[in-house]
Structures are given as structure tokens and as C-alpha cells.
């Protein structure tokens, strides 16, 4: 909450509510690619479907962040023969205020990334049919699972830098 001073402006008390809004959602990208057109759409045989999945922040400006999820979608026949490859980084501008100290990550990597999710989904399954396939349908995401291994990974490789031991791979 915010209190008017002597001088009229606005100050932040110190037991601010936490605030979470959306200010806009939209395509910040999108790319689609069919390599092997119009030849490929002769093919009968079952593609293989490869997603992956990230996850980006930024500061717009004090308490407003933008926060992007890519997600790219590559479909193969046999190991060279690309059928599409489909990008869409679907992307929100959040208000994000008060939060308490070590809160603002995991609301960025995870809430707002349960927020894209669906339009970046709608996204993907529109451009892939419109390029001519049938649609892809994403899976819902455990972005919490997901940020949670990511920071097992960043801790693991900070105690191996600090430790000067690498795994063999």
C-alpha cells in the first residue's frame, strides 16, 4: 500500500502488499521452417517430435519484468530429414512488486511461465498446421520440476568449478 507524504507523493510502507499483475501477453517471436517442401509432404512415415523448452527474464523497468518462454519444436524422419521446425517465444510483461527477498526468481521461472504456457501451446499447434501438418499438441509442463532441476544443475556445477573436479562424460 502506498500513503501520500506531506509533499503529495507516494511512498511504498513497509508492509507493502505483495503485488502480481499482467500488464500484456503476446508473440514476441515466431518462425517456421519446412526445409523439405513440397517433397516431404509425400511422406507417410511417423515423425519423431523433439520439444524443448526456456525460460528468460528481464527487467522493463523497476517492479515490471518481461519474462520470454521459447519453446521449439523440431519434427525429424530417420536422423537428416527435417520435417519442420517450429519456434514460437511467447512472451509477458509482468508487474511484480513487494516480493519478499529470494521470491522474485521462482515467480519469474515459474508463475509466469504457467501463465504462457497455453498461448505459447495455441501458438506452436496453429503454426504447425498451418504449414501443412497435423497439429502438435504440448504437454502440460511442471515448470516447478523444472526450475527446481535447473538449480540442482547450477549448484552442481558451482561446487565442480570450485572443487576443480569434472565429471567424465
Known amino acids: 500500500a502506498t500513503a501520500p507524504n506531506p509533499t503529495g507523493t507516494r511512498f511504498m510502507s513497509e508492509n507493502a502488499q505483495p503485488v502480481f499483475s499482467i500488464e500484456k501477453l503476446y508473440v514476441k517471436d515466431l518462425s517456421v521452417e519446412v526445409p523439405g517442401a513440397p517433397q516431404i509432404f509425400l511422406e507417410r512415415e511417423n515423425p519423431q517430435v523433439n520439444v524443448q523448452l526456456r525460460t528468460e527474464g528481464q527487467v522493463v523497468e ?8 521459447t519453446v521449439t519444436v523440431n519434427a525429424r524422419i530417420g536422423e537428416d530429414r527435417n520435417l519442420f521446425l517450429v519456434e514460437v517465444a511467447q512472451a509477458g510483461i509482468f508487474q ?15 508463475g509466469c511461465p504457467n501463465i504462457l504456457f497455453p498461448y505459447a501451446r495455441e501458438a506452436v499447434s496453429d503454426a504447425v498446421t498451418r504449414a501443412g501438418f497435423q497439429p502438435v499438441l504440448l504437454s502440460p509442463v511442471n515448470f516447478e520440476s523444472l526450475y527446481q532441476s535447473q538449480r540442482q544443475q547450477a549448484i552442481q556445477q558451482a561446487v565442480e568449478q570450485a572443487t576443480g573436479e569434472v565429471p567424465i562424460q
Open 96 to 110: 511484480i512488486r513487494n516480493l519478499p527477498e529470494g521470491e522474485l526468481e521462482p515467480v519469474m521461472m515459474i
Open 62 to 69: 523497476e517492479g515490471v519484468y518481461e519474462v520470454t518462454l
